[in-house]
């Protein structure tokens, strides 16, 4: 799954834009840009809806993403193949 943050560098590389570039576009300042793309920092609804519409996106392309629901069992088996991997058997 890929993060918000990841999401958001790609919609800015694919508009040209740089962090103070959209910062600029936006009306916001470049490290609040900085500090929502290292995810130091939340969103205002506002502040979200014009990225997107600077960007040419909706507010699903980047900051919504499918939740993943595993059962217990499959957490479980997830864990021990982890650990199988980290930790090989001789």
């Known amino acids: 799954m890929i993060e918000a ?3 958001l560098k ?3 590389e694919e508009a040209g834009f740089s962090g103070v570039g959209l910062a600029k576009a936006v009306g916001v300042s ?5 500090q929502i793309v290292r995810r130091r920092r939340t969103l205002s609804a506002p502040t979200a809806k014009r990225i ?3 960007l040419g996106c909706t507010f699903k392309d980047i900051f919504q993403h499918p ?6 069992k499959e957490q479980e088996q997830e ?9 090989p058997k001789s």
């Open 5 to 7: 943050n990841r999401k």
């Open 30 to 34: 470049p490290s609040y840009i900085s």
């Open 52 to 54: 997107c519409e600077v």
């Open 10 to 12: 790609d919609f800015m």
């Open 67 to 72: 939740l993943v629901y595993k059962t217990r």
């Open 79 to 87: 864990r021990r193949k982890r650990l199988d991997n980290d930790y």
